[in-house]
């Protein structure tokens, strides 16, 4: 069945880069996602890329895709300790009249000052 | 702004008691919208599709006479917890899609706590 799986915790200094990667197994993905939790509230849209895509960017964050090898990553340039939170990775096939997102376990990011 | 506004950000009560939580979709209409459940330092686990005018949509394992679903207007989705018992505790967020293509934008989620 279909799977996405991310590495579970990363810890990054203020000012650096963070990298979080994420894999997914259903070739036939139309659409992968970002999303961002913090503490106790919902997840946040943070960006998205069409499968036909390689690469898209908007300010800080940068999302490569590599759909030969299923693997998707999200990079944030300049870390802030605002950034701390979780991140998910999700896909979709689309093609169901429910478009259902099948998520990733998510990422722990923190963001050390 | 917001897109999707979801309330009560967080409920406590009893035993047996029903729970409802609502999901309106701000920015757009939505025909689709959808239910889910966060286990602590989980991921999210879709419950339910909810179809405008029609019936619901449940995933596999998911008690459909337990976890009530009404998607009576283009813009609201109800969600009902029918006599809640502590197992029901939870986290709840809905999300919202204006079509094919298009993200799902999430509700800042329901803390659900059954004592």
């Known amino acids: 069945g279909e799977d996405v799986e991310q590495s579970l915790f990363l810890s990054v200094r203020e000012g650096d880069s963070s990298v979080i990667n994420c894999t997914y197994t259903?070739?036939?993905?139309?659409?992968l996602y970002w999303y961002k939790q913090e503490p106790g509230a919902g997840l946040q849209l943070l960006t998205y890329i069409f499968s036909n895509m390689d690469m898209k960017q908007d300010q800080r964050l940068t999302v490569l895709l590599n759909k030969k090898d299923k693997h998707l990553s999200l990079r944030i340039a300049d870390t802030q300790t605002g950034d701390s939170a979780i991140y998910f990775c999700a896909e979709t096939t689309g093609v169901d009249s429910s478009y259902k997102l099948i998520f990733g376990s998510g990422t722990r990011l923190l963001v050390r000052p | 702004g917001a897109v999707v506004s979801q309330h009560p950000s967080r409920v406590i009560c009893k035993s047996g008691t029903s729970v409802k939580i609502e999901c309106r979709s701000l920015d757009f209409q939505a025909t689709t919208m959808f239910w889910y459940r966060q286990f602590p330092k989980k991921s999210l686990m879709l419950m339910a599709t909810?179809?405008?005018?029609?019936?619901?949509?449940?995933e596999q394992g998911v008690e459909k006479d337990k976890f009530l679903i009404n998607h009576a207007s283009l813009t609201l989705s109800t969600l009902t917890v029918t006599s809640a018992h502590p197992e029901d505790s939870s986290f709840y967020i809905c999300?919202?899609?204006?079509?094919?293509?298009?993200?799902?934008?999430f509700g800042d989620g329901t803390r659900l706590s059954i004592l």
């Open positions: 909810s179809n405008e005018g029609s019936k619901a949509t449940y």
């Open positions: 999300s919202v899609t204006s079509g094919v293509g298009q993200p799902q934008h």
């Open positions: 259903d070739s036939s993905s139309t659409y």
